[in-house]
């Protein structure tokens, strides 16, 4: 079982920046995959952004490619996003996931454990 608790979301204003955390914890001695989703109200979840194992490979949605970045520290095994440039369509709760697979995947099937959620408000 894998524990994940994310962190740093917030109320901020267009064109600002914020840094998403999501610790692990439990039996994290294997090699995990690592995907951010999001979830605005009425719609499905989304996929953001995934890391393999290493963190040499990683892919990022079209809409938000060049403004967020996925990066993650196995030694604190924790995952980050690094979201700049924020618009009011950035606004949702953003989950952390992990899979039991060390390489990238883009849809919520793929994964095994998820956080709880941290919201995200971009105001205009």
């Known amino acids: 079982q894998v524990l994940l608790v994310e962190s740093g979301g917030g109320l901020v204003q267009a064109g600002d920046s914020l840094r998403l955390s999501c610790a692990a914890s439990?039996?994290?001695?294997?090699?995990?995959?690592m995907g951010w989703f999001r979830q605005a109200p009425g719609k499905e979840r989304e996929f953001v952004a995934t890391?393999?194992?290493?963190?040499?490979?990683?892919t990022h949605a079209d809409s938000v490619k060049g403004r967020f970045t996925i990066s993650r520290d196995n030694r604190k095994n924790t995952v980050y996003l690094q979201m700049n440039s924020l618009k009011p369509e950035d606004t949702a709760v953003y989950y952390c996931?992990?899979?039991?697979?060390?390489?990238?995947?883009?849809?919520?099937?793929?994964?095994?454990?998820w956080g709880q959620g941290t919201q995200v408000t971009v105001s205009s």
């Open positions: 439990g039996r994290t001695s294997g090699y995990y995959a």
């Open positions: 890391i393999d194992w290493s963190g040499a490979s990683t």
């Open positions: 996931a992990a899979r039991v697979y060390s390489t990238v995947a883009l849809t919520t099937r793929d994964y095994a454990y």
